[in-house]
Nanobody
Framework: QVQLVESGGGLVQAGGSLRLSCAAS????????MGWYRQAPGKQRELVAR???????NYVGSVKGRFTISRDNAKNTVYLQMNNLKPEDTAVYYC????????????WGQGTQVTVSS
């Protein structure tokens, strides 16, 4: 089993910044992808950004140039630096850890609320 603990959400004005953190503990496979998804009210959960274990990132188009994903493998932690936030970024953000390529499972955090006021 793997546990994901998220932190860093909150309320910010448009144009502001927030940094999300997600620490994984438990049975961690070396080969994995960690990332962030979000779900706004009435919408489906969508990928925001993810990074594989060698540090190659992938972003959804709407956040490119504003968000940066990074990870610290020694701490099993993934970060999402969110700059120039917009009201449309408002959502619950979920941390994800995918170990399926290594024969493991896919895990989700409990979610953290990000609210951007205009």
């Amino acid at each position: 089993q793997v546990q994901l603990v998220e932190s860093g959400g909150g309320l910010v004005q448009a144009g502001g910044s927030l940094r999300l953190s997600c620490a994984a503990s438990g049975r961690i496979f070396a080969i994995n992808t960690m990332g962030w998804y979000r779900q706004a009210p009435g919408k489906q959960r969508e990928l925001v950004a993810r990074v594989d274990n060698v540090g190659i990132p992938n972003y959804v188009g709407s956040v490119k140039g504003r968000f940066t994903i990074s990870r610290d493998n020694a701490k099993n932690t993934v970060y999402l630096q969110m700059n120039n936030l917009k009201p449309e970024d408002t959502a619950v953000y979920y941390c994800n850890a995918d170990f399926r390529l290594a024969g493991g499972e896919n895990y989700w955090g409990q979610g953290t609320q990000v609210t951007v006021s205009s």
